[in-house]
């Protein structure tokens, strides 16, 4: 069983952040997703990322508190440990333990991010060219080793978490650590499901009922290479519009993707089968590590 992205419960108005805590100023609600809303704030006189948690009353039985507790801290320890501009950074506000209306509350703040998601561009029919598409990958995959060099691999890799800034000293960003994984580290997801995620950026290792054998940085090459496969065709390799999720993971799991260079014959064949490479359905055939698949891009720079 695969557990479902939920929508957050209980979306605190920025009136009732400004009650709870008066200090930060000029607050806006950004998005939602899971159990995280995140609204652009004034924090200590910078403007940042502020992330509202919120965390259900606590059932013994069920642990969902204490795995969105577990998952905040991990992101956080994440973020403090890893070094690199293509990553998002922590902002001003450390966690706190907040009470906003009637329920708890984590809260904390990251940088903001100013810019443009990917599924914002894709959606508008943006087609990137060769130099573009170049960076992006290279972008991704520094995030990407610098998230491997401490253990960790991020879960989320899609078109949503990544924001083009216009900056050309960060010009790509990645987001949101909210689910990502230690390696060899404790469990904190409960019993009730399979790996946390979207399913359209999942490999297909993580639909297996073994996938917790199998998590490595490759499972994240592969999600990445979906999401600049689709940033660079405005199509998915896989998944078809309109049909169920049961038949998306079906495709996922048995079908071959579509090949990059049938819908980008302008773009050169050999990074056209990198972005091919890094989607293949067995772990062992794609990049064993971001910095492989780096050397790789080398060659067409």
């Not at 992101?75 to 690199?84: N, P, T």
């Not at 501009?85 to 209306?101: A, H, S």
């Not at 800034?165 to 060899?184: C, M, Q, S, W």
């Amino acid at each position: 069983m695969i557990e479902r992205v939920k929508n957050m419960e209980n979306i605190p108005s920025v009136d009732d952040i400004k009650s709870a805590k008066p200090d930060i100023g000029n607050i806006d609600h950004v998005d939602t997703g899971g159990f995280k809303a995140v609204y652009k704030a004034t924090v200590r006189g910078r403007i940042e990322a502020l992330k509202v948690v919120y965390l259900p009353p606590q059932i013994e039985e069920d642990g969902m508190r204490d795995e969105i507790v577990a998952r905040v801290k991990r992101e956080i320890e994440a973020l403090k440990r890893c070094d690199s501009e293509c990553l998002v950074q922590l902002g001003t506000m450390e966690l706190e333990l907040m009470r906003i209306g009637s329920h708890d509350y984590l809260v904390y703040s990251e940088e903001f991010i100013e810019g443009e998601s990917l599924r914002d561009q894709i959606q508008q029919g943006y087609r990137p060219n060769l130099a573009e598409l170049i960076v992006l990958t290279r972008c991704l995959m520094k995030a990407l080793s610098a998230i491997q060099a401490i253990d960790y691999i991020h879960r989320d890799v899609k078109p949503g978490n990544i924001i083009t800034t216009g900056n050309e000293e960060r010009p790509f960003v990645l987001l949101d650590l909210g689910i990502a994984y230690k390696i060899h580290g404790t469990q904190i997801t409960a019993k009730r499901g399979g790996p946390p995620g979207t399913i359209l950026y999942m490999a297909p290792e993580l639909f297996r009922p073994d996938y917790k054998n199998l998590l490595d940085i490759r499972s994240d090459i592969y999600s990445a290479g979906v999401t600049i496969f689709e940033f660079a065709s405005g199509i998915h390799p896989l998944a078809k519009r309109g049909e169920d999720e049961h038949t998306t993971i079906y495709r996922i799991v048995t079908q071959p993707p579509i090949k990059l260079f049938g819908l980008r014959p302008d773009l050169p064949q050999t990074f056209c089968q990198i972005i091919d490479r890094c989607i293949k359905k067995m772990p062992a055939l794609r990049y064993t590590s971001p910095s492989a698949l780096l050397k790789s891009l080398e060659e067409i720079s």
